[in-house]
């Protein structure tokens, strides 16, 4: 019991401690965002136009 009564500031700054670190951890969550995922990339139609333009520059260019 003396060692609780004797070292009172390091439990109240423990306890103050260890309730900011909550604090911060709920409070910082991610917010869910309002975006979802989409099944493909590119559309059918723009694959197909990235093929056509990259068999167009065969090898001398890179298309990005």
Request: hydrophobic share 50%; net charge positive; charged share 20%.
């Amino acid at each position: 019991m003396e060692v609780l009564i004797d070292y009172w500031p390091v439990w109240v700054g423990a306890a103050v401690l260890v309730a900011a670190l909550l604090l911060m951890r709920m409070y910082s969550q991610p917010a869910r965002l309002p975006y979802q995922a989409r099944g493909r990339l590119v559309t059918k139609s723009e694959l197909r136009f990235y093929k056509s333009l990259d068999k167009a520059a065969q090898d001398d260019f890179q298309i990005f």
